[in-house]
T-cell receptor, first 114, second 114 residues
């Protein structure tokens, strides 16, 4: 079966531009997570979706970051007016339910802001 | 507040040595879940194990074993007879009823030399 997919796999952008990162979760998974991983660092939680609602957005670092999810399907993470410190790998994960279930991760999107 | 500490930043061993990766957690929840993930050089996180707070039985899966001790809030991971392919970053993670997010430790980078 298909795993979690993310696109693009790599994105290079100029400072100040907006970027959209896409995540396709495993079919039937109601929970979806976004994380940020800076080079050589651990995973930083950004946002959690249950269905299309986001009960926990506490990890979004600033109002330049936003995310949406369509039903129990695709999610988009948008970063507006990108800054160099936004350069990182953005990881998406999905699980069959909430916090108690195992998260399955996508390959990530490597974002480089010049 | 929930916290996961992986005090070992990097470990280097020679092939066939046994190695233990430490994980200490903090939570006020009585029901919680602990996870280990492997992140090989390719970057994609691979799920290894999930354990709930009511199950303190140790688990063995091939060369991998896990020691869960609630009394010391630890969930340590041992690789027996390590192999070069075990070289990766290993993350310990915690999810609880107190919040929706999963908290990841900073990771332990394991180098296994031939």
């Amino acid at each position: 079966g298909a795993g979690v997919s993310q696109s693009p796999s790599n994105k290079v952008t100029e400072k100040g531009k907006d970027v959209e990162l896409r995540c396709d979760p495993i079919s039937g998974h109601t929970a979806l997570y976004w994380y940020r991983q800076r080079l050589g660092q651990g995973l930083e939680f950004l946002i959690y979706f249950q269905g299309n609602s986001a009960p926990d957005k506490s990890g979004l670092p600033s109002d330049r970051f936003s995310a949406e999810r369509t039903g129990e399907s695709v999610s988009t993470l948008t970063i507006q007016r990108t800054q160099q410190e936004d350069s990182a790998v953005y990881l998406c994960a999905s699980s069959s339910d909430g916090y108690q279930e195992t998260q399955y991760f996508g390959p990530g999107t490597r974002l480089l802001v010049l | 507040a929930q916290k996961v500490t992986q005090a070992q930043t990097e470990i280097s061993v020679v092939e066939k040595e046994d190695v233990t990766l430490d994980c200490v957690y903090e939570t006020r929840d009585t029901t919680y879940y602990l996870f280990w993930y492997k992140q090989p050089p390719s970057g994609e996180l691979v799920f290894l194990i999930r354990r709930n707070s009511f199950d303190e039985q140790n688990e063995i899966s091939g060369r991998y074993s896990w020691n869960f001790q609630k009394s010391t809030s630890s969930f340590n991971f041992t690789i027996t007879a390590s192999q070069v392919v075990d070289s990766a970053v290993y993350f310990c993670a915690l999810s609880g009823t107190g919040g929706f997010k999963t908290i990841f430790g900073a990771g332990t980078r394991l180098f296994v030399k031939a």
